[in-house]
């Protein structure tokens, strides 16, 4: 069953930094664009960070020069490095293979200011 799990969320004070995972299953996940949103409660889906099935990388302005996305294909993980984090940046994190449209369950991310 193909599948996507995130994990690294938690409460983090604001400044601080967290390591978001989302480990896929099945073929293609090596190759595919994976992408991480966020939805933070009462607003719509934004897209954080992404790997394009072309490798490169793009990120939401919002999180520029903060955040990373960084893929290892050995562990079948896409990583979301996040430092200086801020209050605003509070939402659930989601992880997108965007080849097959398969979303994680999501990882919850606080920041206290």
């Known amino acids: 069953q193909v599948q996507l799990v995130e994990s690294g969320g938690g409460l983090v004070q604001a400044g601080g930094s967290l390591r978001l995972s989302c480990v896929g299953s099945?073929?293609?996940?090596?190759?595919?664009?994976i992408a991480w949103y966020r939805q933070a409660p009462g607003q719509s889906y934004e897209l954080v960070a992404m790997f394009t099935s072309e490798g490169i990388t793009k990120y939401g302005d919002s999180v520029k020069g903060r955040f990373s996305i960084l893929r290892d294909n050995a562990k079948s993980t896409v990583y979301l490095q996040m430092n200086s984090l801020k209050p605003e940046d509070t939402a659930d994190y989601y992880c997108?293979?965007?080849?097959?449209?398969?979303w994680g369950q999501g990882t919850q991310v606080t920041v206290s200011s």
């Open positions: 997108n293979d965007v080849q097959r449209g398969i």
């Open positions: 099945g073929s293609g996940f090596s190759t595919n664009g």
